[in-house]
């Protein structure tokens, strides 16, 4: 195939890359520097002289507590701008897969969320993804994905090995529930999804659950520091309190994938652990 990803330079976008590079397709990888996904003529025209089979939408304003004072930005890149790709993709005759977040839901569930459950976002972030999802269109692939980690830029395993180093202390939220997720794995999946051209929703993430605070100590004892180091903390007690609301739990079930027969990606200790290993170098 020939594929078209949009915010490659984000972690997911830079796997993405990669994955579907190693597979044997032509990949035109475009962070927003090369493709602003918020400007309908650059999209219209970018899949047009590009021809792409498949468009791949890592792209999205991501900052979660900007986002509730940023409200026009964060509909713009994570709403409107997915309306512009699903135009390009049945103008040009391709197939757009769109990544969506576990923000999409209130968090309330005592459960694992599966892709029926209904949605019910408490911040901007989660609503502009939503829209983002409605925006794709029946014949998308929409892959919901959470707490993503990788080689690529900022996140939980990166931040948890800065802080080790640096010896100061660890707090990190004990209530607030979700699916660890690495990029590799998530992005293997996508390839799989869209070579199939699978129409349809699917929650992508590593198998398993944890909190923000066990998360914390498995990459503590990855890297062979004690895990004792990280204290709980509740959500409400952080200071500065964090503007936008964050699901108490996200965690999301693969149940789309275990019905359709398709492999789901493994526990989520097997990818950090490896990932632990690649950033320790």
Same mark, same amino acid.
């Given at each position: ?38 400007? +309908?003529? /650059? ?78 976002? +408490? ?39 800065? =802080? ?11 209530? /607030? ?61 952080? /200071? ?21 027969? =398709? ?8 990818? =950090?652990? +490896? =990932? ?6």
């Amino acid at each position: 195939m020939k594929v078209l990803i949009t915010g490659a330079g984000g972690q997911l976008g830079r796997d993405a890359a990669e994955r579907f590079a190693a597979s044997g397709h032509e990949v035109v990888a475009a962070g927003r520097r090369e493709l602003d996904v918020a400007r +309908r003529d /650059q999209v219209l025209s970018a899949v047009d002289s590009v021809g792409p089979d498949v468009v791949v939408n890592c792209a999205a304003f991501t900052a979660v507590d900007a986002c509730e004072t940023d409200v026009d930005q964060a509909f713009l890149v994570n709403a409107l701008a997915v309306r512009h790709l699903a135009e390009a993709v049945r103008r040009f005759g391709a197939h757009l897969c769109h990544v969506s977040t576990d923000y999409v839901f209130s968090g309330d569930k005592s459960g694992p969320y599966h892709e029926w459950d209904r949605p019910d976002p +408490r911040s901007v972030y989660g609503a502009s993804k939503l829209a983002g999802e409605q925006e794709a269109g029946e014949a998308a692939t929409v892959v919901r994905t959470s707490w993503l980690c990788g080689r690529y830029g900022s996140n939980m395993v990166a931040t948890v090995l800065r =802080l080790a180093s640096e010896g100061g202390p660890m707090r990190f939220v004990d209530d /607030q529930r979700g699916s660890p997720s690495f990029t590799p794995d998530v992005a293997s999946v996508i390839e799989r999804l869209c070579a199939d051209r699978r129409p349809g929703l699917y929650h992508v993430t590593n198998q398993g659950e944890a909190s923000w605070y066990e998360l914390a100590r498995e990459v503590l004892a990855a890297a062979g520091h004690d895990p004792d180091r990280v204290e709980p903390i509740a959500t409400a007690d952080l /200071q500065p309190p964090r503007p936008a609301a964050r699901p108490a739990n996200s965690v999301l079930e693969n149940r789309a994938l275990a019905l359709a027969g =398709l492999a789901r990606p493994p526990d989520f200790k097997v990818p =950090l652990k +490896r =990932l632990v290993t690649d950033l320790l170098g």
